[in-house]
């Protein structure tokens, strides 16, 4: 079965650094887009940043662009979330996720699996 196992959590000081990853099994991973999402408490789970791999598109959420940036290793089956210069917004449980298509709000996503989540902590 589909696996997607997140990991690199954890609590930060704000302005630090964390990077997730997340090992994906069971699936054909170059053939899928891979997204991060985050849901913080009290809130709905948001789009953050997707990658489409084979030269794709990437996709950034606004309040991310600059500071996350995702990255893929096709022959681990592993995407990964570097996230830097974090804020105490940035606090949330964050999921790995894969689909056929995943995009910013408003636009066209499918989300066929999910990860577990991640807590990222930042302090102030």
């Known amino acids: 079965q589909v696996q997607l196992v997140e990991s690199g959590g954890g609590l930060v000081q704000a302005g630090g650094s964390l990077r997730l990853s997340c090992a994906a099994s069971?699936?054909?991973?170059?053939?899928?887009?891979m997204g991060w999402f985050r849901q913080a408490p009290g809130k709905s789970r948001e789009f953050e940043v997707s990658?489409?791999?084979?030269?794709?598109?990437?996709y950034y959420a606004d309040s991310v662009k600059g500071r996350f940036t995702i990255s893929r290793d096709n022959a681990k089956n592993t995407v990964y979330l570097q996230m830097n210069s974090l804020n105490p917004e940035d606090t949330a449980v964050y999921y790995c996720?894969?689909?056929?298509?995943?995009?910013?709000?408003?636009?066209?996503?499918?989300?066929?699996?999910w990860g577990q989540g991640t807590q990222v902590t930042v302090s102030s």
């Open positions: 990658d489409r791999g084979s030269g794709g598109s990437t």
């Open positions: 996720a894969a689909g056929p298509t995943i995009q910013p709000m408003g636009l066209m996503t499918l989300v066929n699996f």
């Open positions: 069971g699936l054909t991973f170059r053939n899928y887009a």
